[in-house]
């Protein structure tokens, strides 16, 4: 039954993006400038060698927050391209800080655009940033997104943004460390403001 | 070809960025998932586990703790407890303040009947030196350090201290007091600054200086009542027994060594002695120095910040954990080294 359901809002989504993307709003070339501000929460951490999966209050970070500004440029009209940089930050239990500064390409699929209102789904890889208590540790990133927008003039709107980034903090098998290899689940939720033209 | 170039110079610049990596001990979020939540009462120096309590010196006084239950300050002292340490087979307490050279007071709390007794004749002037050597006692017997650096035992009866004068006349620098059930081992150096150490037995009531070897020792512990197990900053292995240290020819394996502090949390049990390392644990067989290193099992639950681990005897198979801002744990249902036992807040 439950699966029904998804499966049926699926693909109302998709033929709603079908159906509006006929007539689209965005042209090739137009641009958007985004900045965005919220929460981001911890989801999981699986360490594959170990195999330990910690979720919940086991990844013993608090709530922490996420912003971000990016550009992106149609080169379809139901597709943009463009670049993302943030910042994250959350507590440690320990209260110590542990930030991420994420440099993303993003790819941003207009599902919906009415001109007035937009769903939009993104995927972004690129590398972030992360440091905690004096170290530092560049790790890939990818993040998928879905965000509902609402434009109260021409040229701006605002949203919601929820997203789903994962990383790997990896250590070879050379390391003296293998085992502390780990893929991380973490979902930044966060108001949206467009700028586009 | 500008195809290619653009992803050259991309991974170029993402190697460079790869370089700037630091090399962490312990994996970044291995080391959140390890983190636990900071208490209010921080332990600076865990005194021991008696009827069922933990003991402990905190910022503000002694603390006793039973499994469950909120720490309950016991004693508080102004100016502050330096150091303290359980006397007169565990039914005192030893504990020591002072502010200058000339005011250290020595006390005693008594479990029983819950009193502090202040005792006579400290010697006021070769009291200055316990933030370096923490205040061990055992046996009624406890080190002091003068302001010129000469080392003293002193010895408690009734409610006086009598300080043997000129106890350790070789050592001028303090390292690190060992007490073991018959003696008390102190490492230094002497004026020449080779490292020496010196015995004092209890029964004999003699010292015994012997020069060692030039090793700075980062690693102690006592075991089979009389003997000591040390490591040096090169992590080689030394026993020393009776009169004599002994190089067991065997040493920490230096790919996996991390054993930087001169405070190694460790502990002894049956044939071995176990060193914590920022990272790993080494455990040692005492009577010929080889070791292994590792950190599956129960060490994979002991990532905290400890400063000590007891074994108490009144509940074998179960070790309580001292950490320094993370509060007390027990780890119990450890039956071999891979088993990761159960680790629950004390």
């Keep these: ?197 | 070809m500008k195809k290619y170039s653009l992803l050259i110079i991309v991974l170029i610049i993402l190697v460079g960025l790869v370089s700037c990596n630091s090399d962490p001990e312990i994996g970044i979020y291995r080391s959140i998932s390890n983190s636990s939540e900071i208490i209010s009462t921080r332990v600076t120096q865990a005194l021991g586990f008696v009827g069922n309590k933990a003991y402990f010196l905190s910022d503000d006084g002694i603390y006793s703790k039973s499994e469950g239950s909120e720490s309950v300050k016991i004693v508080s002292k102004t100016p502050s407890i330096l150091s303290a340490s359980f006397y007169n087979t565990n039914l005192d307490i030893l504990f020591l303040t002072n502010t200058s050279l000339d005011s250290t007071e020595v006390y005693t709390y008594n479990l029983l009947d819950k009193t502090t007794l202040e005792l006579t004749d400290p010697d006021p002037d070769n009291v200055t030196a316990f933030d370096n050597t923490k205040l061990i006692c055992n046996n009624s017997f406890f080190i002091t350090q003068d302001g010129d650096n000469a080392i003293f035992v002193n010895y408690i009866k009734d409610t006086t201290t009598t300080t043997i004068k000129n106890s350790f006349s070789t050592i001028t620098t303090l390292t690190k007091v060992l007490t073991s059930e018959n003696s008390i081992l102190v490492l230094g150096k002497n004026a020449s600054d080779a490292y020496i150490a010196e015995l004092y037995e209890y029964s004999a009531s003699t010292i015994t200086p012997s020069i060692i070897t030039y090793k700075n020792y980062i690693g102690f512990e006592y075991y089979d009542t009389d003997k000591y197990l040390l490591i040096d900053e090169d992590n080689e292995v030394y026993n020393y027994g009776g009169t004599t240290l002994t190089d067991t020819t065997h040493s920490i394996d230096a790919t996996v060594s991390d054993l930087y502090s001169s405070q190694l949390a460790s502990f002894s049990v049956v044939d071995y002695v176990y060193f914590k390392g920022e990272n790993y644990f080494h455990r040692v067989k005492s009577s010929d120095g080889t070791n292994k290193s590792f950190i599956l099992g129960f060490a994979k639950k002991l990532q905290y910040d400890i400063i000590d681990i007891l074994l108490p005897e009144e509940t074998p198979g179960t070790f309580i954990v001292f950490t320094l801002q993370s509060g007390i744990f027990k780890l119990s249902q450890v039956d071999s080294l891979d088993s990761s036992g159960t680790v629950t807040e004390f």
């Design chain 1, 1 to 197: 039954m439950k699966k029904s359901i998804l499966v049926t809002i699926i693909l109302i989504f998709l033929f709603a993006g079908v159906g509006f993307a006929s007539s689209n709003y965005y042209e090739i070339g137009d641009q958007t400038f985004t900045f965005q501000a919220g929460v981001d929460k911890s989801l999981f951490l699986y360490f594959p060698v170990t195999e330990d999966f910690l979720t919940g209050e086991d990844t013993k970070t608090n709530l922490g927050g996420y912003g971000s500004i990016s550009y992106s440029s149609f080169f379809t009209p139901s597709l943009s391209l463009g670049g993302e940089l943030g910042y994250t930050f959350n507590y440690s239990i320990e209260r110590k800080l542990l930030t991420t500064v994420p440099m993303l390409a993003r790819l941003n699929y207009y599902m919906v655009q009415t001109g007035k209102f937009d769903l939009v789904a993104g995927l972004g890889m690129g590398i972030s940033f992360t440091r905690y208590d004096e170290n530092l540790f560049l790790t890939p990133l990818i993040q998928i997104s879905l965000t509902p927008s609402y434009f109260i003039s021409d040229n701006w709107g605002f949203g919601v943004e929820t997203a789903f980034s994962t990383s790997i903090e990896f250590y070879g098998s050379n390391s003296t460390k293998p085992n502390d290899t780990v893929i991380t689940g973490f979902m930044p939720i966060s108001l949206k403001m467009s700028y586009r033209h």
